[in-house]
């Protein structure tokens, strides 16, 4: 398996402007989470879906976040409109549901507004 | 989630065990301890993962504390490229799996 993709790995977008982050989960896994980086803040875990589903956005830090999962190969996050402080590395991660195996993670995406 | 605890930073020399502590003190019956660790710019990387017995990978050894509110990661024979963030976590994977807090964790540097 080619483990967690996603995409892209850098985006340089302008403030303002939408931001649409991608990530498809190892085959076969059922949950998904999606987590931010950042010096000050270190890992902060965003949002988490089980079987497609969202479980828990508690930690989107606003509004102009948004994240989906249409199907088990594939999920978005989205920020509109970025900002400057949304500047950060994002992972993705995925596991199986009920089960105790660790998080395979992404890569991540550098996404740098300015 | 129970939280952890650990050093923020630790030397090892290369060759030598690094021995990576973590407090837990408030961990339920039912949550396991993971480790995972971080080198630069990549993403997390699980290492292994326990309940109450010692277990061993290829890639360390997990030593959990008879009343398990404490562990201990041991990489047998440090190389420089095992300088990382190394995390601990506690989680329940039947119960609120996603809410897998990563602290600070500790920075092990290998020296040559």
């Known amino acids: 398996d080619a483990g967690v993709i996603q995409s892209p790995r850098h985006e340089v977008t302008e403030m303002g402007q939408e931001v649409t982050l991608r990530c498809k989960p190892i085959s076969g896994h059922n949950s998904l989470f999606w987590y931010r980086q950042t010096m000050m803040r270190g890992l902060e875990l965003l949002i988490y879906?089980?079987?497609?589903?969202?479980?828990?956005d508690s930690g989107m830090p606003e509004d102009r976040f948004s994240a989906k999962m249409p199907n088990a190969s594939f999920s978005t996050l989205k920020i509109q409109p970025s900002e400057p402080r949304d500047s950060a590395v994002y992972f993705c991660?995925?596991?199986?549901?009920?089960?105790?195996?660790?998080?395979?993670f992404g890569s991540g995406t550098r996404l740098t507004v300015v | 989630d129970a939280k952890t605890t650990q050093p923020p930073s630790m030397d090892c020399a290369e060759g030598r065990a690094a021995n990576l502590p973590c407090n837990h003190s408030?961990?339920?019956?039912?949550?396991?301890v993971y480790w995972y660790r971080q080198i630069h710019s990549q993403g997390p990387q699980y290492i292994i993962h326990g309940l109450k017995n010692n277990e061993t990978n290829e890639m360390a050894s997990l030593i959990i504390t008879e009343d398990r509110k404490s562990s201990t990661l041991i990489l047998p024979h440090a190389t420089l490229r095992d300088t990382a963030v190394y995390y601990c976590i506690v989680r329940d994977p039947a119960g609120n799996a996603g809410k897998s807090t990563f602290g600070d964790g500790t920075t092990l540097t290998v020296k040559p």
């Open positions: 408030t961990i339920s019956g039912n949550e396991y």
């Open positions: 991660a995925s596991s199986f549901v009920g089960v105790e195996y660790g998080y395979t």
């Open positions: 879906f089980n079987n497609n589903v969202p479980i828990d």
